[in-house]
């Protein structure tokens, strides 16, 4: 089993310009994510799907689009990059638990930095 | 702003010792989650104690949660330099109606443990 998988695992972008981060699981898991991560700063959450079809927002999702049209995937789109995206992007998977959020399982990462 | 904050920042030990790591939330939970960052890799996660629970073990970690205080600690016994790591606490809140409980990450700690 591959686990969750982000591709590409690094991209460089000029401000405007439009991309899609892969993530996708092998694990069948209802719950995905997006955060992203600044230095000396924890995990923001982005965008979240407890399921194909459902996605809702997180903390920081202006400038992000997401879909979720089957289990295995959740792609991460930024419409128009902007220098404040340069980050480092993780997705993670997770079973549902109820309500509640249980462990969750990361991918490696995608570094963008947007000139 | 941050729901989890994780104290001291940076926390710097010899191999054999134990170290302790805190983590303060703001409101209550449904459960919290320690993950630990290897550099340059995504989160993996290393324990998970729900509201209910007071303590909890696995292996050399020890986890302790007093919701009182909105405070939980990691304790890490018998450093080895393969704990160097950075160390992040992530609360889950309660949810309710069609809201799903998050992960919300504290800034992390930075651990290094010297051989």
């Known amino acids: 089993n591959a686990g969750v998988t982000q591709t590409p695992k690094f991209q460089v972008l000029k401000t405007g310009q439009s991309m899609t981060l892969q993530c996708a699981q092998d694990?069948?898991?209802?719950?995905m994510s997006w955060y992203r991560q600044d230095p000396g700063m924890g995990l923001r959450l982005i965008h979240y799907?407890?399921?194909?079809?459902?996605?809702d927002q997180g903390e920081v999702p202006n400038g992000y689009n997401v879909s979720r049209s089957t289990t295995e995937d959740f792609p991460l789109r930024l419409l128009s990059a902007a220098p404040s995206q340069t980050s480092v992007y993780f997705c993670?998977?997770?079973?549902?638990?109820?309500?509640?959020?249980?462990?969750?399982?990361f991918g490696p990462g995608t570094r963008l930095t947007v000139l | 702003s941050q729901q989890g904050e994780e104290d001291p920042q940076a926390l710097s030990i010899q191999e054999g010792e134990n170290a302790t790591m805190n983590c303060s939330y703001k409101t209550s939970i449904n459960n919290l989650q320690w993950y630990r960052q290897n550099s340059g890799r995504g989160l993996v996660h290393l324990i998970l104690i729900r509201s209910n629970e007071r303590e909890k073990h696995s292996g050399r970690l020890r986890v302790t949660l007093d919701t009182s205080k909105k405070s939980s600690s990691l304790l890490i016994t018998a450093s080895r330099a393969a704990d160097t790591a950075s160390y992040f606490c992530a609360t889950v809140l309660i949810a309710g109606g069609t809201s799903y409980g998050k992960l919300t990450f504290g800034q992390g700690t930075i651990l290094t443990v010297h051989p």
């Open positions: 993670a998977t997770g079973v549902r638990g109820g309500l509640t959020a249980n462990e969750q399982f």
């Open positions: 694990m069948n898991h209802e719950y």
């Open positions: 799907s407890v399921g194909a079809g459902i996605t």
